[in-house]
Structure formats: C-alpha cells, structure tokens
C-alpha cells in the first residue's frame, strides 16, 4: 500500500498562486510515476499533470500549460504542484495519485486507470 496525503489547498483569488504537496508513506515512491487529477463540482475527474519517478519526464493538460508545474522529491517522498495565473475555471478538488510501479523512469500517463493509489483530495477554490 501506498499512502497518499494532500495538503496546500484553499481559497485564492484569481491570479493568485497555489503550491500543493503530496506526501506518499508505505510501499516504494521512487519507483511510480505521479500525478494530479481534479475534479470539478458536477464533472468528471479530469487529469491535471503528472511527472516520472526520475523526474526528468513531465505531462500536462493544456488547460494548465506555462500555469502549473509538477516537481517531485523522492528523498522526502513528496510531489508538488505549483499552481500559477489561477483561473476561477481550476477550481476543483485536487487528487494526487500513484501510478503502478515500473522500470522505466521517464514513464507517465494522463490515464487514471494507470494509477492504483489516490489521496483524499484538497479543495482549490479560485474566486473572480
């Protein structure tokens, strides 16, 4: 098991930034990709980035490119997401989660079956 644990979210203005984290406990981190999904009030969960367990590899959704960046450190078994130029439209609750584990460290994925671990979710509340 894997354990994941949000935190960094609130309210914000529009404009305004946001730094999430994501502390993971339990199995190995360094080995799994991640990644942050949000889910908006009454849509579907929606993939936001996600970064390779070496670091080096990173995926976005265009709606949060040269916004949003994702950053990971295994030594701390942390993933972040510096969230820039919020949008009242970011507004969501922010999941990070843990893909399965794999040897190819630039691997990542924007498909939410390819994760097996999911935190709790921290709520981002962006006002115009």
């Known amino acids: 098991q894997v354990q994941l644990v949000e935190s960094g979210g609130g309210l914000v203005q529009a404009g305004g930034s946001l730094r999430l984290s994501c502390a993971a406990s339990?199995?190995?981190?360094?080995?799994?990709?991640m990644g942050w999904f949000r889910q908006a009030p009454g849509k579907a969960r929606e993939f936001v980035a996600a970064?390779?367990?070496?670091?080096?590899?990173?995926d976005y959704a265009d709606s949060v490119k040269g916004r949003f960046t994702i950053s990971r450190d295994n030594a701390k078994n942390t993933v972040y997401l510096q969230m820039n130029s919020l949008k009242p439209e970011d507004t969501a609750v922010y999941y990070c989660a843990g893909a399965r584990a794999t040897s190819d460290r630039d691997h990542t994925s924007s498909r939410a079956y390819e994760y097996d671990y999911w935190g709790q979710g921290t709520r981002v509340t962006v006002s115009s």
């Open positions: 339990g199995r190995t981190f360094s080995g799994r990709a």
């Open positions: 970064i390779s367990w070496g670091g080096g590899s990173t």
